[in-house]
């Protein structure tokens, strides 16, 4: 996108040009049998050109779910995230996430035994930045620290 900012003398002030590009890629599997996963990645560029001042950044998100059937009453669930922000120049600019979930069914329709664990790694916020021709803004999110759950499902 190119804009040109004008005043109002109808003067160019300044010429301002942004590219964003968003590309990834992911794959899944179908398999029969007791092992399945789900991975992938999607790239962020930003680019900000303003009278020959260049800012460009890329942030990467990336991902791997897997999931494993040991039997008809046994199953479990891991989900991984990457986050990486190419916006700083801090040692803090990459977060990982893990969850996971496992569910033994007890009796069929009626009793449910379970695990859930959220936020393994324990990251307690996560920061981002953005940066746009007129200024930068820096957000960052407190998050819920680690935590398991047991937990016992009885429907009637």
Same mark, same amino acid.
């Not at 050109?49 to 460009?56: G, P, W």
């Not at 990467?60 to 916006?87: A, I, P, W």
């Not at 990982?96 to 936020?119: L, P, S």
């Given at each position: 996108?190119?804009?040109?900012?004008?005043?109002?003398?109808?003067?160019?002030?300044?010429?301002?040009?942004?590219?964003?590009?968003?590309?990834?890629?992911?794959?899944?599997?179908?398999?029969?049998?007791?092992?399945?996963?789900?991975?992938?990645?999607?790239?962020?560029?930003?680019?900000?050109?303003?009278?020959? =001042?260049? @800012?460009?950044?890329? +942030?990467?998100?990336? #991902?791997? /779910?897997?999931?494993?059937?040991?039997?008809? %009453?046994? &199953?479990?669930?891991?989900?991984?995230?990457?986050?990486?922000?190419? =916006?700083? @120049?801090?040692?803090? +600019?990459?977060?990982? #996430?893990? /969850?996971?979930?496992?569910?033994?069914?007890? %009796?069929? &329709?009626?009793?449910?035994?379970?695990?859930?664990?959220?936020?393994?790694?324990?990251?307690?916020?996560?920061?981002?930045?953005?940066?746009? /021709?007129?200024?930068?803004?820096?957000?960052?999110?407190?998050?819920?620290?680690?935590?398991?759950?047991?937990?016992?499902?009885?429907?009637?």
């Amino acid at each position: 996108r190119q804009m040109c900012i004008r005043d109002s003398n109808n003067t160019d002030l300044r010429e301002i040009i942004t590219n964003n590009y968003t590309y990834g890629l992911e794959i899944r599997s179908g398999f029969k049998g007791i092992f399945n996963y789900h991975i992938g990645s999607k790239w962020t560029t930003h680019s900000i050109l303003v009278n020959a =001042t260049k @800012n460009a950044f890329t +942030n990467n998100e990336s #991902f791997l /779910d897997l999931s494993f059937v040991f039997h008809k %009453k046994l &199953n479990m669930q891991f989900q991984t995230e990457r986050y990486y922000f190419g =916006t700083t @120049n801090t040692k803090k +600019n990459t977060y990982y #996430f893990v /969850d996971f979930d496992a569910r033994y069914i007890i %009796k069929k &329709n009626k009793i449910t035994a379970g695990i859930t664990g959220k936020n393994i790694c324990n990251t307690k916020n996560y920061t981002t930045r953005s940066i746009s /021709d007129i200024g930068s803004s820096t957000t960052t999110y407190r998050l819920l620290e680690r935590f398991i759950l047991l937990k016992i499902t009885y429907r009637f």
